[in-house]
Nanobody
Framework: QVDLMESGGGSAQTGGSLRLSCDVN????????LGWFRQVPGKEREGVAA?????????ADSVKGRFTISRDNANAKSTLYLQMNSLKPEDTAEYYC?????????????????WGRGTEVTVSS
């Protein structure tokens, strides 16, 4: 069991910033992948940023240079962050954090096993 709970969503104007947080409790698991994903109604969920247990990061092309994923520690209880700068209206979506103790060759996959409930981000022009 891995518990994930997002917070920090809200509204921002174009060019603004928001920081999302995800409280992670992995209990007895050691997590291999942690990531942020987003979904707009009527569209498929997409990967935004991911982090593996070695600290390697991967970003969707649409957010490179604007978003930064980080984690405060590698313990069972930790917080995953997504710093979002230079926001655009197309960043408007429900944002989810996800995690998996199983190895994935690419952590930016929607096939991760554990998911939070999401937090809404709205960017106005």
């Amino acid at each position: 069991q891995v518990d994930l709970m997002e917070s920090g969503g809200g509204s921002a104007q174009t060019g603004g910033s928001l920081r999302l947080s995800c409280d992670v409790n992995a209990y007895e698991y050691t997590l291999y992948c942690l990531g942020w994903f987003r979904q707009v109604p009527g569209k498929e969920r997409e990967g935004v940023a991911a982090l593996d247990s070695s600290g390697n990061t991967r970003y969707a092309d649409s957010v490179k240079g604007r978003f930064t994923i980080s984690r405060d520690n590698a313990n069972a209880k930790s917080t995953l962050y997504l710093q979002m700068n230079s926001l655009k209206p197309e960043d408007t979506a429900e944002y989810y954090c996800a995690a998996d103790p199983i190895f994935w060759p690419d952590c930016l996959t929607t096939r991760l096993h554990y998911w939070g409930r999401g937090t809404e981000v709205t960017v106005s022009s």
